[in-house]
């Protein structure tokens, strides 16, 4: 019988495709997928450490986890991701039963890890900086649920030093993966059938800078819409900062570009701005919006808000509200301020107590809500183009459109991984009921 592994992974899009490698590893080791963690002999969790619910999450896990050594003494625990870059050591006193641990800067060292795990040593591989020869990783294939869309992660680490952030601490300084590597890597997966790409990094506008030659993000943008085969490319996460205005053009210019940006704002007041150390104002965000919508025309935008951040007041609160006002987001990720070990955040006089973030925080939501339907509304008797990627039950299809909204259509399977032009029926905020024009390509 060969050996089983489960994963479980917390976090955000950076993380997932870290998962998706590892599962590529494993696979090269001969693992193969087990349908439960019950029947697993290495359970592997991708933690992730932004705010202080995902540390509880993990946590709770290990200690459910720790059944599977009474059934099958053998298996193996492993920890990898952001808490375990985070706490290293800490974490395995806290959970013994962890027996293997790494992080997003030595994945490709995990054969190895299996190896003295198995041989009953304790293979704790957290560094304090990232390896030499880290790269190694990308030879490794990622094994994926969507055969259609794929993420490509072209840069690691951040750069920025928001004070609320533990990032720069657990993904370390940023480091651009090469082109060569990223475009090989698309080539490969495009001859998977896979028609859209989806770059990731912290900070993907940052991609490039600190390359032996540097090379600008939209470079990339460029060489990514030459590869034969990409029918669509998006990216997440872009800074406001480094949003400058190539990248802008670049979006307008490239067809394959979808019409959609996550451009996390956090905050509208100046002053909080200036606490988070994010580098910009409010009117700089604004700006860069208007010149967004004015050249990419139709952008959907998406952000990230957080709320109570320590010393925020009503008046700084109502500055945000203000820029969900002026910008009307397709969708907002909102988040309690939630104080970070080790971050100058967490030690600020004036944290605000809980009551009033939660207060904050429906205020923001339901403002937001009135604000997702009037734009579901004007989706409704428009044609859209919609990338096929999923079939449910009885003839039901699934897919995007490039402003990045779920769309339930009639068809066949064979319709699957195709770009189809539909008529919108009826729009509700997280769907829209589509019947389906003509297959485009
Ligand atoms: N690199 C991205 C964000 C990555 S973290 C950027 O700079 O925009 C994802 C989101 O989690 C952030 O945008 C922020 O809104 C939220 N977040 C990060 N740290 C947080 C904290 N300490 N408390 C609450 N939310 C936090
Ligand atoms: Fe964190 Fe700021 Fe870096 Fe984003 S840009 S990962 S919020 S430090
Ligand atoms: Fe979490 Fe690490 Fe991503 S802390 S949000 S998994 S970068």
């Not at 030879?139 to 951040?158: H, L, M, Q, S």
């Not at 006002?325 to 100058?344: A, D, L, N, W």
């Not at 923001?364 to 999923?390: F, N, P």
Request: aromatic share 8%.
């Amino acid at each position: 019988m060969g050996r089983k592994f489960f994963i479980k992974t917390f976090g955000c899009q950076m993380n997932f495709n870290d998962s998706e490698r590892i599962r590529g590893i494993l696979r090269t080791l001969g693992y193969e997928p087990a349908r439960s963690w019950e029947e697993a002999d290495l359970i592997l969790i991708n933690t992730c450490t932004i705010r202080e619910k995902p540390d509880q999450k993990v946590l709770s896990h290990l200690g459910e986890y720790r059944k599977i050594k009474e059934k099958n003494p053998k298996a193996l625990i492993a920890v990898a991701g952001c808490l375990a870059q985070r706490m290293g050591w800490e974490l395995v006193k806290k959970a013994p039963v962890i027996d293997i641990m790494f992080s997003s800067f030595n994945m490709h060292q995990l054969p190895e890890l299996i190896n003295q795990a198995q041989a009953g040593y304790k293979a704790i591989a957290i560094l304090e900086e990232p390896p030499e020869d880290e790269d190694k990783v990308w030879e490794f294939p990622t094994e994926r649920d969507n055969p259609y869309c794929a993420y490509v992660t072209i840069i690691k680490g951040c750069d920025k030093r928001c004070t609320y952030c533990v990032v720069p601490k657990t993904r370390g300084r940023e480091r651009s993966r090469s082109m060569e590597s990223i475009l090989e890597e698309v080539r490969r997966l495009v001859d998977e059938g896979v028609r859209e790409i989806h770059l990731l990094g912290q900070n993907v506008t940052a991609w490039g800078r600190d390359l032996e030659k540097p090379v600008p993000f939209s470079e990339l943008l460029y060489e990514i819409s030459k590869v034969d085969g990409v029918e669509r490319i998006r990216f997440t996460t872009g800074h406001p900062k480094d949003l400058t205005d190539d990248i802008i053009d670049a979006m307008a210019d490239i067809p394959q570009v979808c019409n959609a940006l996550h451009l996390p704002v956090q905050s509208g007041s100046d002053r909080i701005l200036s606490l988070m150390d994010r580098g910009y104002t409010k009117e700089f965000y604004l700006e860069r919006v208007e010149k967004l919508k004015e050249k990419v025309k139709g952008i959907a935008l998406s952000t990230d808000i957080i709320v109570g951040f320590p010393t925020e007041t009503e008046e700084d609160f109502e500055e945000t509200l203000d820029v969900v006002r002026k910008v009307r987001y397709e969708q907002i990720f909102s988040f309690k301020f939630s104080p970070r070990p080790g971050t100058p955040a967490a030690e600020m006089e004036g944290q605000v107590p809980d009551e009033v973030k939660t207060e904050r925080m429906t205020r923001l939501l339901e403002l937001q809500k009135g604000i997702m339907s009037e734009i579901a509304k004007t989706y409704e008797g428009t044609v859209q183009e919609v990338l096929v990627e999923e079939a449910r039950d009885e003839g039901t299809l699934v897919g995007r459109t490039t402003t990045n909204r779920w769309v339930t259509l009639e068809g066949d399977r064979s319709l699957l991984g195709k770009i189809v032009k539909v008529k919108v029926k009826k729009a509700s905020p997280f769907n829209l009921d589509a019947e389906l024009l003509e297959v485009v390509r």
